[in-house]
């Protein structure tokens, strides 16, 4: 691995983000020593971190921001960094969807991306025609990393509308549809998230034609993502918002109250053993 300075940081986002873990620890007249202390790291860790010898983590962007006293440069860069794994069509929605203030999700058949489990995501993620072992691995890193939003100190308020047949649909092996059922229970548990179900016995409602996402920032939609085939797509079309939002209030005016809502998935995951 050539020395840091000997390396293009336009390369790829990792080499920019150890380029500028450099230069703000020299501007900040620090040593390695000197920064791994106030970050809580070993020196060894930073130096492997800015000579590309060891990815850096969720973890340490935060620190390297705290001890540096950025305003979450760090972590920022440490996000473009995980998403250069992601799907190229994924990407432009990520951006948008880590400055939200609220989101609202409404899925007809999967478990949300910002709800599945490891094992329930990998065995999705494997079922695309012609992907690699490697594609999986580099997919599925992108899908947890993008998990961290419901984990920050400031998260997005998050309301998750989901047809029965979402919980209902064994996805990987019996246990890996409890194990996700369970991690529903216990997400559902944070107050900045609302989990709830449109029954069966609802039947036919405007939701059925397909999932979506929307962002919102001051109480107004700015960003959504629709699901389709081949690809999902960003949405920012006033227009188009408007009418995804009528058909967010639509679908929720068919759920199941929150606790009742937590009563049937309890059930599911009783039923399956």
């Avoid at 809580?40 to 492997?48: K, R």
């Avoid at 440490?78 to 799907?87: C, L, R, V």
């Avoid at 947890?144 to 047949?165: I, K, N």
């Avoid at 081949?230 to 918002?241: C, D, E, K, S, V």
Wanted: proline content about 6%.
């Amino acid at each position: 691995m050539p020395p840091i300075k000997d390396t293009d940081p336009s390369e790829s986002p990792r080499t920019f983000f150890a380029a500028e873990l450099r230069r703000y620890r020299e501007a900040a007249r620090l040593s390695q020593r000197a920064l791994a202390s106030r970050m809580g790291f070993s020196e060894s860790l930073v130096a492997m971190v800015e000579t590309l010898r060891r990815p850096p983590t969720d973890d340490f962007a935060r620190a390297c921001d705290k001890a540096l006293g950025l305003d979450g440069t760090m972590v920022r860069l440490y996000i473009a960094m995980t998403w250069d794994k992601a799907s190229e069509h994924l990407r432009p929605w990520l951006e948008e969807e880590e400055d939200a203030e609220a989101l609202r999700s409404w899925e007809p058949t999967l478990i949300p991306g910002l709800l599945q489990a490891e094992a329930y995501a990998r065995a999705l993620i494997a079922t695309a025609p012609g992907i690699t072992p490697e594609e999986v691995e580099d997919r599925l890193t992108s899908r947890m990393r993008r998990q961290s939003l419901l984990h920050r100190d400031r998260p997005p308020t998050v309301t998750f509308l989901m047809d029965e047949a979402v919980i209902r649909r064994r996805i990987g092996s019996a246990a890996v549809m409890r194990e996700q059922l369970r991690l529903l229970l216990e997400i559902a548990q944070h107050p900045n998230v609302t989990i709830q179900i449109v029954p069966y016995d609802a039947g036919e409602h405007c939701g059925l034609a397909g999932g979506f996402i929307i962002a919102e920032r001051n109480g107004t939609a700015y960003a959504a993502y629709t699901d389709a085939q081949p690809n999902g797509r960003t949405i920012q079309n006033r227009q188009i918002l408007a009418e995804l939002t009528a058909t967010y209030d639509a679908v929720r005016a068919e759920v199941l109250p929150f606790k009742q809502s937590l009563r049937l998935i309890q059930e599911v995951v009783n039923q399956s053993g």
